[in-house]
């Protein structure tokens, strides 16, 4: 920000030098990026200083602002601007303007002041002197004021010329599709409708928070004016500002944040100057379109924590002193220091932004150095070991790990959108080709592996852990997910190995109960040419299966894969695992492999329950082998492989101990599904 060394000194009551001003501000984090010093018109010279100020100090980007911490950084006193307004009681705003203001969420607040039988003309030499030196040129005395006092208090302001407002009134309103405007500057502008816009009764007079209109402009036939003094929301100025490529000294404060109460004070002060300067009679009141005046916040810091994270032994009382000195109001009680935050320091939220007030006025150069640290162990958090057990159990079964972008194209992510929700899309001009976040991982996995098969890449296993975002009935909704892609020379092998690689996973997590505790439900989903629903003790956590052809068409992904959309928190919420221990047998045991004949739509799940139904004596493990069909298993029926496995735990078995368990889980199976053995 450019800043007038002369200005700055009018509201200190010790004048500064600009070897001072640059040291002082430098030390409590405000660097300069240069020092010019400046002719002016008038024949008097002044100091510009180039202060570099962070986004999250909007505070400073004002002279009374950096007055105020060169103030508290040197003991100096300061003195503020007196504001005295003299109304006229037969004039009422209310009976000369009007203000609606259709979308408070947009704009929380606008105040109108009208200000009747102004002389237009030039400025004061003076105000001309304080524009010159920060690089403005004069344009007359009713707009010079309104740039005087955005410079001075950091609130930006406007005037506009009442008899080119239609019907005299404001609405603050959303711009019509197409609508057209044309910006003080000249720069003629086509409107969306998701700007906002200060309008009269017909057209807009200028761009919310950016820039005021030609049409409305404040010119030396102007007598009455109406003066606006508002609150805009920072990512609607911003945005806008983006897409129209029209920028000001107003929009760079509204992007940052500006004071809840400065709205009042910069309108006071605005009209207090004009009525000086140009004379007129103000009218008495002022209409307020928007939100009351915020409550004070409270911010704890504890003595002993800030003096642990600077590296300092400080007093409350020295502590204290500081954050008075930055007007927080501290109030120590029982170790604690308690900040009344004023509305002017949208930065200050958490314990650590005090500490931070703290070390910058105490100066970070005052911190003595320490010739040893220490350092204490510590074990990871468990949401950290968990995501990295995870990690560990996909690589052992071969899988890469992915970082991709969160955007993905339209015809990418469509197919992907859950049932009953909408995608979540950005503005096209940020991104054009990639407009969607992406409402699953699976797109960007499919991406990576068409960038493997232009590389010749075969056996390709990726998997990726991150956000995915859905909207439902306009609502975001962010799921961290965690996603698998496979190729599948074999498709039953492969997704039997990625069942295991899931299973496994959620072992490593949970162990063995939670292991027990998942289950798999075929499932018709139109990504995947055979799915099944995904449950952990109960809940759906996710599907997984063969992905469709069409699916991989839109990726031109030419071999066959498998793949997994699963619920990341469920699974590491089962960490630490827990483990079942036991003795290893003592006694060999004995393996039977059936093969059964049942018909297609017979489930493996079916298969097992009804073998654990049956209560086979000394049963120990059943096992899926595989399926088989083919000749000479008729049409419409398939081969089921399992093993199973007996033991006793006191004395070896024998076979002819296990031929009627067998022959009972045979007869069950028949019972349950119609299941003929296969000889």
């Known amino acids: 920000m450019k800043t007038s060394l002369a200005w700055l000194n009018d509201y200190l009551d010790r004048k500064i030098d600009a070897d001072e001003a640059e040291r002082l501000l430098t030390r409590v984090g405000f660097p300069l990026d240069g020092r010019d010093l400046v002719n002016l018109t008038s ?27 060169v103030a508290a950084a040197s003991g100096a006193g300061m003195k503020r601007p007196a ?107 086509e409107l969306r409708d998701d700007m906002l816009v200060i309008a009269d009764a017909k057209r807009p007079i200028a761009v919310a928070g950016v820039m005021g209109g030609q049409d409305s ?24 500002s983006r897409r129209l490529k029209l920028a000001s000294d107003s929009s760079y404060r509204f992007e940052r944040g500006v004071d809840p109460l400065g709205v009042e004070r910069a309108s006071q002060r605005a009209a207090q100057l004009i009525v000086m300067l140009a004379g007129g009679r103000l009218a008495q009141g002022v209409i307020r379109a928007g939100q009351s005046d915020p409550a004070a916040v409270q911010v704890t810091m504890r003595v002993e924590r800030c003096n642990a994270l600077l590296g300092t032994a400080m007093s409350a009382q020295q502590q204290a002193g500081y954050l008075d000195r930055l007007e927080l109001s501290p109030r120590i009680d029982a170790g604690k220091i308690i900040c009344t935050v004023p509305t002017f320091r949208l930065d200050l939220k958490r314990e650590v932004d005090l500490v931070e007030e703290v070390g910058r006025s105490h100066g970070f150069d005052a911190i003595d150095r320490q010739e040893r640290i220490s350092i204490e162990a510590r074990p990871r958090q468990s949401s950290v070991e968990a995501r990295r057990r995870l990690s560990q159990a996909l690589v052992a079964h071969g899988f890469h790990e992915t970082i991709t972008l969160s955007f993905v194209g339209k015809a990418e992510g469509q197919p992907f959108v859950p049932a009953g929700s909408s995608p979540v899309l950005v503005n096209d001009d940020l991104r054009k080709a990639e407009p969607m976040l992406r409402p699953s991982l699976l797109p960007s996995l499919l991406i990576c592996r068409k960038a493997n098969q232009d590389a010749g890449n075969a056996d390709v296993r990726l998997f990726e852990s991150a956000a ?110 827990t483990r079942q221990v036991q003795a290893l047998p003592r006694h060999p045991a004995i393996e039977r492999d059936l093969s059964v004949l049942v018909s297609e739509d017979v489930l493996w799940r079916e298969i097992e329950q009804a073998v654990r139904e049956a209560q086979p004596a000394l049963l120990e493990s059943v096992r899926f082998i595989g399926t088989y069909r083919g000749k000479p298993i008729a049409a419409g029926q398939k081969s089921v492989s399992f093993r199973m496995v007996f033991r006793d735990p006191g004395k070896t078995l024998r076979h002819d101990e296990v031929d009627p368990q067998v022959e009972t889980v045979v007869a069950a199976l028949k019972d349950a599904v119609s299941a003929a053995l296969r000889v």
């Open 83 to 189: 504001i005295e307004i003299a109304e006229d009681a037969s004039l009422a705003v209310s009976e000369r303007t009007q203000v609606a203001n259709e979308q408070p969420t947009l704009c929380p607040l606008y105040t109108a002041r009208v200000i009747e039988g102004v002389k237009v003309g030039p400025s004061p030499k003076w105000l001309v002197d304080r524009l010159e030196a920060v690089g403005l040129r004069s344009v007359n005395n009713v707009v010079d004021v309104t740039n005087y006092v955005l410079l001075e208090l950091g609130q930006p302001l406007h005037a506009f010329d009442m008899s080119k407002l239609t019907e005299g009134r404001i609405v603050v309103r959303r711009a019509s599709k197409g609508e057209g405007f044309t910006a003080i500057d000249g720069s003629k502008h």
């Open 217 to 240: 402009e404040v010119s030396e036939g102007t007598t009455n004016v109406l003066l606006e003094s508002a609150i805009f929301a920072p990512l609607s100025v911003r945005r806008t």
């Open 468 to 577: 995915a975002w859905h909207e439902v009935n306009g609502e975001m909704i962010e799921q961290r997910q965690l996603a698998l892609l496979a190729d599948a020379g074999d498709a039953q092998q492969a997704v039997r190995d990625l069942r295991g690689t899931i299973e496994d996973a959620v072992e490593q997590l949970g162990g063995q109960a939670a292991r027990a505790g998942l289950s798999f439900e075929p499932v018709e989903r139109e990504t995947y040419a055979a799915a099944a629903t995904v449950r952990l003790h109960g809940e759906a956590i996710g599907v997984m299966g063969l992905l469709a052809d069409g699916a991989r068409d839109v990726f031109d992904v030419k071999t066959p894969v498998v793949a997994a959309e699963l619920l990341a928190e469920p699974m590491l919420k089962l960490y630490p695992p």
């Open 43 to 69: 024949g008097n010279q002044d100091e510009q200083l180039d202060v570099e100020i962070t986004s999250n100090r909007s505070d400073c980007l004002s002279h009374v602002g950096l007055a105020r911490e």
